[in-house]
């Protein structure tokens, strides 16, 4: 995170005592720099306000748009388990949202086996008016993971359809399904 803020520093003091006349950066590169110069702010915001539930870890430090979210919920059906979350910011950031995806197998209403993820604030346009708009941020994006194991969960609207049909039937049933899948695929 640190090395990206001196990068972004060196290349404007480059560029302000450069005596060969600037070219004009493409349209791309100046959207990457305003993402990158956003996500400086955002990344150091959020990995101070998070739940405790919740870690970030980013695989390479000067790659600000791309890193994991480990969420260990301390309640609810998932408790005692260890998920990972893969989280990539598009070069349109703050504009569009994430993209994120779950990596660990679960049984959930509103995560997918496939890792598809359903919450409103992920989708560039939302029919409850909740979805992604540019004054979100990274932070309201790892809060509302976190509380996909908590006060989000939603079986009314779920996108796996089949796990919230389950807990309709049979909840004892699918909170030991759930385990099995913590068990098997999402143990600390």
């Avoid at 992920?122 to 509380?147: C, E, F, H, M």
């Amino acid at each position: 995170m640190i090395t990206l803020t001196k990068r972004l520093k060196k290349e404007a003091e480059s560029r302000n005592n450069s005596s060969t006349p600037v070219k004009h950066e493409n349209h791309a590169s100046k959207r990457i720099s305003i993402r990158d110069k956003l996500l400086v702010k955002e990344v150091q915001e959020m990995e101070q306000t998070i739940p405790s539930t919740c870690r970030v870890k980013f695989e390479n430090p000067d790659a600000l748009h791309e890193f994991s979210v480990i969420i260990q919920p301390d309640e609810g059906f998932w408790k005692n388990g260890k998920f990972l979350f893969h989280v990539v910011i598009n070069e349109d950031y703050n504009i569009s949202p994430p993209t994120v995806k779950c990596l660990t197998k679960l049984w959930h209403p509103n995560i997918s086996e496939e890792g598809e993820i359903c919450l409103s604030l992920l989708r560039q346009n939302s029919i409850d008016g909740l979805g992604w708009a540019p004054t979100r941020k990274l932070k309201d994006v790892v809060w509302g993971l976190n509380s996909l194991f908590t006060d989000l969960l939603n079986f009314e609207d779920p996108l796996n359809i089949e796990a919230a049909e389950h807990y309709r039937k049979d909840r004892s049933s699918f909170e030991v399904k759930v385990r099995e899948y913590v068990n098997q695929f999402a143990k600390r």
